[in-house]
């Protein structure tokens, strides 16, 4: 039995052949609960895009300022002229990318990600980061954020005044 190779984060982070792509919403689609809240319908055009784009605006964060995977998928939407993004792709490119800067500091180099500064909606902490919440608290304290704790989960304190704007 082969050894099975398990791509690294860096190799995931790698933009996708086929991407950007532009859909029609469905009801069907796991986004759809999200992207509708942000204002899109069944029939509108979403777009679909690759991790690239997602980190790019992620780079873009500078320190004392943060943005939400919201602020986010609506740039992205405006760029491609859509009514929203794909929410739990972009989600997932956010989340990769973290670990993706995680891991190229553990190989002595830097892909210069602040993801820590990268929220979820309405400000909360993303457990799925390098380290989960605590490690994500713990670099934006250090930036000067009030973290406050909403029962398991943590959010910045007053996060929309510190929203960045693109």
């Known amino acids: 039995m082969g050894v099975i190779m398990r791509k690294t984060w860096n190799e995931k982070l790698r933009d996708k052949k086929n991407f950007p792509r532009i859909v029609k919403l469905e009801k069907k689609f796991p986004c759809y609960n999200a992207v509708h809240k942000m ?3 069944a029939g509108d055009k979403v777009v679909l895009v690759n991790p690239g784009e997602v980190v790019e605006i992620m780079k873009r964060v500078p320190e004392g300022k943060i943005i ?3 602020e986010i998928c609506k740039a992205i ?3 491609y002229k859509v009514k929203a993004c794909c929410s739990l792709t972009t989600g997932i490119f956010i989340m990769i990318a973290a670990n993706a800067a995680e891991e190229s500091v553990a190989e002595g180099k830097n892909l210069n990600i602040p993801y820590w500064r990268t929220l979820k ?4 902490l993303n457990e799925k980061y390098p380290g989960g919440q605590s490690s994500q608290k713990k670099l934006l304290e250090k930036e000067g954020f009030k973290i ?3 029962g398991k989960r943590f959010q910045v ?3 929309e005044k510190y ?3 693109l």
């Open 163 to 165: 929203l960045v704007k």
């Open 77 to 79: 939407a405006k760029k």
């Open 121 to 124: 909606a309405d400000g909360f």
């Open 148 to 150: 406050i704790s909403r």
């Open 157 to 159: 304190a007053d996060f």
């Open 39 to 41: 204002g899109a319908e």
């Open 68 to 70: 939400t995977i919201v």
